[in-house]
């Protein structure tokens, strides 16, 4: 009798504290990062949370048109200019027939981007200097025929870069 008394109490005592092992638990993982500019130069959106997510251009349904895109970034050097190319020609596609493709006007600080090997000044040594906030956009150029229904993707690839000293 008394050892099933002592068994008894035994499991008795472990359950409460198995019980409190086993709580209810809720677990999060988040990924946290940072980017801190070298203060000599950058080039940083101005509201950092669009950047790394994919970007969807409006489609107005009743007019059947396509709107663009207008993100503003913080630019600085300490030395020269700002200069910038596209790393490739932009367009949407949609995998399909590349007739389709939608071509991409992009512009930085009001200048007119390429993917032609030479980059070409978005902002002035003066405004780069004092730091400055300027405008990207990304529009799409009307297409002749009209736009092709269907899901188009692209990336646009801009390259910044402090031009050479003059002088």
């Known amino acids: 009798m008394i050892k ?3 068994i008894a109490v035994s499991v008795g ?6 019980g409190g092992v086993f709580a209810a638990q809720e ?12 203060l000599e130069f950058y080039v940083i959106p101005s509201e950092p949370d ?3 997510h994919q970007q969807t251009l409006p489609w107005d349904i009743a007019t059947s048109t396509l709107g663009g895109l207008r993100k503003n970034f913080d630019v600085r050097t300490d ?4 200069e910038a190319r596209l ?13 389709d493709d939608i071509s991409l006007r992009v512009t930085f600080n009001g200048t007119e981007l390429s993917h032609h090997p030479v980059p070409i000044q978005v902002v002035s040594r003066e405004e780069a200097v004092a730091g400055k ?5 990304i529009e799409p150029r009307v297409h002749p025929d009209g736009y092709t229904p269907g ?3 692209g990336t646009v690839n801009i390259i910044f870069n402090v031009a050479a000293p003059t002088g």
């Open 4 to 6: 099933q008394a002592v």
């Open 13 to 18: 005592v472990s359950t409460p504290m198995a």
């Open 27 to 38: 677990k999060h993982i988040f990924e946290v990062s940072v980017d801190i500019p070298v």
């Open 50 to 52: 669009w950047i790394h």
């Open 79 to 82: 030395s020269s200019a700002i």
């Open 87 to 99: 790393e490739s020609f932009p367009i949407l596609s949609s995998g399909q027939d590349s007739r």
């Open 133 to 137: 906030r300027v405008r990207l956009e």
């Open 151 to 153: 899901d188009y993707y």
